[in-house]
């Protein structure tokens, strides 16, 4: 059995995009999953237990594709989900008409299924990428990967070798 088929028989096919992890040990600049939604921890702060109750921590963070704003709350004891993100360099090839990109991993093989980010937060970005390649520059394309989805986070020109 390959560890595809794996992952469809325990029942919940996301569980593998994520990890727990207790709510009071979640640090600013970290990441946490907000109403379903990978997020970047900007603010965490705990209140006191009350006379009843449990400890709780308000967490506030920004989706990582959309760069929208999430909040929840839980207790400090209670354990919440964290989504595995990888950040990862490719070279990039080539910029099509549709936004489209042609990068290449570190072994030669080829990426062609991202598209530069379409986002109002994402226009500098996008426009230092277009502008530096088609200045002849080469460069080095940062892509950010969590729960199935990849976006490009930043740029940074190639250093020779």
Known sequence: MSDDENQFEQGN???S???????????????VMLKGH???????????????GHAKASIVGKDIFTGKTYEDSAPTSHNIDVPFVTKKEYTLMDIQADGFVILMNEDGSTKEDLKLPETEDDFNLVKEIREQFEAGKDLLISVLSAMGEEKIVSSREAQDK
């Open 13 to 15: 096919a996301g569980s």
């Open 17 to 31: 995009h994520t990890y727990t992890e207790s709510a009071g040990s979640l640090k600013k600049g970290g990441y």
């Open 38 to 52: 990978p997020c970047k921890i900007t603010d965490v702060s705990t209140s006191k237990a009350g006379k009843h």
